[in-house]
């Protein structure tokens, strides 16, 4: 542990904040903090949306609600630079997401139209998406 602190003092949570309770009827499948910054993370849903959340300065908030898909969102990821989001749904739909207003900037259907379960970037080239589909599995 660092210095003379216990285990306990380490991990001593001051607070609960509930940032995510937008989504209180569809399971938040992934939450991720956005690259080197310990104060921005987004959270995907089953509900079809993606929250962007601030946690400091000042009480947690919802900063954007990214809204386009028409099933629910299995996986994001944030780019290198944190400027874009890519997400993956299971409406068949890869989308590119600003995350400072919320505007979609690119669509892109799955040639078979499967539902999509996962998506990253190639980390040192954020022009390429990498994405997995469900084969033979209708979008939702």
């Given at each position: 542990m660092a210095g003379d602190t216990t285990l306990s003092e380490n991990y001593a949570f001051a607070g609960v904040y509930h940032v995510f309770d937008q989504h209180t009827d569809s399971a938040v499948p992934k939450v991720q903090f956005a690259h080197d910054d310990r104060h921005l993370l987004a959270c995907c849903s089953l509900d079809g949306t993606i929250s962007v959340c601030r946690l400091a300065p000042g009480p947690p908030a919802v900063l954007q609600v990214l809204r386009g898909h028409c099933g629910g969102v299995a996986d994001f990821a944030w780019s290198l630079s944190n400027d874009v989001l890519v997400s993956a749904s299971l409406d068949g739909t890869l989308r590119l997401w600003a995350p400072t207003d919320g505007r979609c900037i690119r669509r892109v259907p799955d040639?078979?139209?499967?539902?999509?379960?996962?998506?990253?970037?190639?980390p040192l080239n954020n022009?390429?998406?990498v994405v997995s589909d469900a084969p033979g599995t209708p979008p939702i």
């Amino acid at each position: 542990m660092a210095g003379d602190t216990t285990l306990s003092e380490n991990y001593a949570f001051a607070g609960v904040y509930h940032v995510f309770d937008q989504h209180t009827d569809s399971a938040v499948p992934k939450v991720q903090f956005a690259h080197d910054d310990r104060h921005l993370l987004a959270c995907c849903s089953l509900d079809g949306t993606i929250s962007v959340c601030r946690l400091a300065p000042g009480p947690p908030a919802v900063l954007q609600v990214l809204r386009g898909h028409c099933g629910g969102v299995a996986d994001f990821a944030w780019s290198l630079s944190n400027d874009v989001l890519v997400s993956a749904s299971l409406d068949g739909t890869l989308r590119l997401w600003a995350p400072t207003d919320g505007r979609c900037i690119r669509r892109v259907p799955d040639p078979d139209g499967a539902a999509l379960l996962c998506c990253a970037f190639q980390p040192l080239n954020n022009n390429l998406t990498v994405v997995s589909d469900a084969p033979g599995t209708p979008p939702i």
